[in-house]
């Protein structure tokens, strides 16, 4: 079982940085995915970067170059490095893990507002 910590949200300007934090209670070196989600007011969940145990990372279109994912094994933590913010980025984040097939582990979120 891991539990998943997030930290580092909040409010933000347009075009100003945030890094969101992930903590894990356990070891996350075994765990090959994982991953950072948002969710906006009315609008479904969705992926917003990954990265795998062995470092290959993934991001959505709408974040590509904006932001970096990373992952620490050692310090069982994962962030999210957020530059450029637009108010389109105002959401709850999520962290998650993917030990499987399956995103089973969930953090219960960190909210980042971006105001115009």
């Known amino acids: 079982q891991v539990q998943l910590v997030e930290s580092g949200g909040g409010l933000v300007q347009a075009g100003g940085s945030l890094r969101l934090s992930c903590a894990a209670s356990?070891?996350?070196?075994?765990?090959?995915?994982m991953g950072w989600y948002r969710q906006a007011p009315g609008k479904r969940r969705e992926l917003v970067a990954t990265i795998t145990s062995g470092g290959y990372t993934n991001y959505a279109d709408f974040v590509k170059g904006r932001f970096t994912i990373s992952r620490e094994n050692p310090k069982n933590t994962v962030d999210l490095q957020m530059n450029t913010l637009k108010p389109t980025d105002t959401a709850v984040y999520y962290c998650?893990?993917?030990?499987?097939?399956?995103?089973?582990?969930w953090g219960h979120g960190t909210q980042v507002t971006v105001s115009s």
């Open positions: 356990g070891s996350i070196s075994s765990i090959d995915v």
């Open positions: 998650a893990a993917k030990p499987g097939l399956v995103w089973i582990y």
